[in-house]
Structure formats: C-alpha cells, structure tokens
C-alpha cells in the first residue's frame, strides 16, 4: 500500500477517481463528510491563493484535503477521513503516516513548483471532527498531546432516510409563527428561481456557459449584505473555484424571490451545494424595501421551495439531509448571529454537535 500526496491542481483523472471512491465509501458507512474534505472545497480554497494538497492512501483507507494560507503552516480541518471505529494504536499509525505523507507532498511541491507559489512544510495543525453521537472521547481515538478543543454545531432536517419512518422532517414540525409566515407568502405575489450553477444534468458534470458571470452576480449580492451584516463572506475567486471540474456528485444552485408592490418589494437568495444525499446551505441575503412586511421572512419559503426542488426528479440524487451548515451554541460570544440562530432554530431539526481536538506538530 502506498500514499499519494499531490497538489490539487496536478492531480490526474484517476485519482481524482479514487478519492471520489473514498469519499462515497465513508458516505455509505453513515459518516456525515464535511464540506472542507471534498476536492470542490480544495479547489476554492486553491483559487483564493492557497496551497492545498489531497492526500490519501491508495487502498482507500484514510485520506484528505491538506491546505496552507501561511507559508509553511499546513492544517487538516474536520479531516482526514478515517475510521473511527478501530483501535487507538491503528489510529495513531495511520495519522501518523498521513501527517508524513502531507509533509513529502508539501516539501516536494515547494521544490519542483516554486512558481506557483507552493508552501514547504514547517508545521501541521490536525484537527479531526468527531461527532458527539459517537458518544467517544478524543483521548481514546487519538495519541497525540491535544492542544486545544474545539465545539462547532449544525442544524439540519432529516427528509428521505427510510429508517427515520415517524420521526422524517415535514413543514408541520416548523415553529407556528413561522408556518404562518410561510402560508401568508404563498397568498403573495412572488416570483421563485431556483437556477443550476453546476449541475449533473448531462453524463459529465459541467459548468453552465454563463455560471461565471452568474457566480459573480451572486457574489456581488452576498457581499452587499454581508457588509451590511459584518458577516464573513470569501472573496470572488473563491466561489470561482468551486465551478472547477470535479469526479465528485457536487451539484450547486441558486435560488432567488421577489416580490414586488406597489408600496413595498422585497427579495432573498440563497446558495445551495450538494453532494451525494446530502444539501448543504452555504449563503445567503435578504432585502426589503417600502412597506414590505417584517413578519413575513422570505427566506423561509426560499428554503422550502428548494428543498422541495431538490427532493424532486430536478435533482440526480434525492436529499436525506438539508444541513443549515452551522450552528453557534455560544451565541453570547457572537450575538451578531442571533437572528441567524433564531431563524435556523426555527425549522425544528436536529442539532448535530462536534468537538474538535487540535494537534499542532512543528518540523
């Protein structure tokens, strides 16, 4: 067995391939895969001027997405891929050998490709996500000294998974004001979009010939209202990155309302990416102007007209999970999420919690 560690950019069609079978692989064992395991993210983050490496062992045991932003740090965030289930001592040789993988791929990729920039390996910050479900400490998967915790959250609905039976998510579940709100939208003049950024419409996935100048509009919006917000939103080539080719089952849309009056209009958009069974909610804006009512919340029925759309034969894939992506728990630490929290708490999901140990190794 060996280990493949090479910058995102410079991978080949095969293994492009192989990594897709891994990350399908941890999917179908019910592992809930994080967005920044998946080659699309890496892609972003490469576009937005950082250096990512996929690293990964060819039997398909263990493997992830590698990146730095600083020269010489590298970090493995919510990753790598590994089965959680075996015993500590195999753990810590496998992670072992993936941290010795990453630091060959990253001194390698410093030595033949210093025109791109490339980052030699001078320290590496793992940072695993394990779910607290799992009901296992941190100390009894992982050997290493732990520098720190982290606590992170998501909310999400449950939609197509056949073992839920009574307990799968519908509208009723929704908090009541919230229900109401959404019933007098429909009795509202509205107009709803919901457009494919990149979709697996024909046999290879591709990008829409006017996804580039669409992702640019949807930037421009979201920027205007993370400003407005002091929300943290990454910059253009970001998004760019995530149109790059991919062997994965990503699929991203965009949705959009309005509605218009004679005293009042108001309009939201959201942006949504899916991979495999499951939706994720990555970003979104809301505006109102003139009399627009401020008991009526346009993005709710946004959500629900895509999670509708979704769940229909408009998608490859039927949804199990529409995720929130991202909960704070210590909303005091960050009031200027508050409505953010109400607005997801208000779907009545569940609240997925995970905790984070952070092992910093120096060269």
Known sequence: MSWIAKPINKLNPEEKKQYTQLFKKFCDRGYNIPLSQTLTWGRAIYSSA??????????????????????????????????WKRDREEIKQELSMFIW???????????????????????????????????????????????????TATTYLELNNLELNNNKWSINKMRPSMRRSIRRMQEEDHTIKIVPIVSLSSKDRS????????????????QIHANKKNFYLPNIKWFEGLLSDSEENIEIYWGT??????????????????????????????????????????????????IEWLDSNNSNIKIKYYDFNGYVSEIENVPEYAGVNFFKEGWNGRIKKYTTPCCLFTI
Request: glycine share 6%; charged share 25%; with cysteine.
């Open 207 to 222: 990008k829409d010939k006017n996804s580039e100048v669409q992702i640019k509009n949807i930037h421009n919006k979201l």
């Open 101 to 151: 993988a990453a630091s060959k791929g990253a001194n390698t990729a410093a030595s033949t490709t210093a025109s791109t920039g490339a980052s030699n390996f001078k320290s590496f910050s793992l940072r695993p996500r394990l779910e607290s479900d799992w009901q296992i400490t941190p100390e009894e998967k992982i050997a290493f000294p732990i520098d720190k915790y982290e606590y």
């Open 50 to 83: 950082g250096n990512v490496l996929l690293v990964y062992k060819d039997d398909l045991s263990c493997g992830g997405i590698v990146y730095s932003l600083k020269e010489g740090e590298w970090e493995c965030v919510n990753g790598p891929l590994i089965d």
């Open 257 to 306: 309302i309005e509605h218009e009056h004679a005293e009042s209009c108001a309009d939201a958009g959201i942006l949504v990416i899916k991979v495999l069974d499951v939706a994720y909610y990555l970003f979104g804006y809301s505006n109102r102007q003139g009399n627009a009512k401020r008991n009526l919340n346009y993005t709710s029925l946004l959500h629900l007209k895509m």
